[in-house]
């Protein structure tokens, strides 16, 4: 229970976010052999996203990450997973549309490098509303505490930005 805990949260927080700071090796680009494969290829090969890929797949969102509409996801960690109450965990997984509104609020339209992230104050996600941006002491950070750690891993069809914590998206 505890390792599909760990990969709900690593899927949420996958789905959306990671800009680092600007001038940190966390900043630094990813090769471009990564480039070759598409978000759901690069996020398995990483390692660090189990929880996200599969909580993209039972979403029913893994084909949209997989096709050629460039995106970038705001990507939370396993151990970003593992930091989500269980009980939140669940109800997420018993509620297949709340899953997807989760993992889209990770996620945004169009190929956003960390260049241009730094220059924003929000970014509208595929969920509907908007995630906040901030840069304080040399890192970005999406809604007030969630830290980029990682920023502009090439997908084919997109980028991905590693966060430190799954993104919950506003009530309605």
Do not use: C, W
């Not at 396993?78 to 990770?106: C, E, G, I, S, W």
């Not at 960390?114 to 220059?119: K, M």
């Not at 040399?138 to 830290?147: A, P």
Request: proline share 4%; glycine share 6%; no cysteine.
């Amino acid at each position: 229970m505890t390792k599909l805990i760990a990969a709900i949260l690593t899927a949420s927080v996958l789905a959306i976010a990671a800009f680092a700071a600007a001038g940190t090796s966390a900043a630094a680009p990813a090769q471009e052999p990564t480039a070759q494969k598409n978000i759901v290829q690069t996020a398995v090969a990483a390692g660090q996203f189990k929880t996200l890929v599969m909580l993209a797949k039972r979403a029913g969102l893994a084909g949209a990450l997989t096709g050629r509409t460039k995106l970038t996801v705001f990507a939370p960690t396993d151990a970003a997973f593992k930091m989500v109450p269980k009980a939140t965990l669940n109800k997420l997984l018993r509620n297949r549309a709340q899953l997807r509104r989760v993992l889209l609020y990770h996620v945004v339209a169009g190929d956003v490098k960390a260049a241009q992230v730094v220059g924003l104050r929000s970014a509208k996600t595929l969920a509907g509303p908007s995630v906040r941006i901030r840069v304080r002491g040399g890192n970005v950070f999406l809604n007030g505490s969630t830290r980029v750690v990682k920023t502009d891993i090439a997908a084919s069809n997109g980028t991905i930005h590693v966060i430190n914590k799954v993104l919950l998206p506003p009530t309605r």
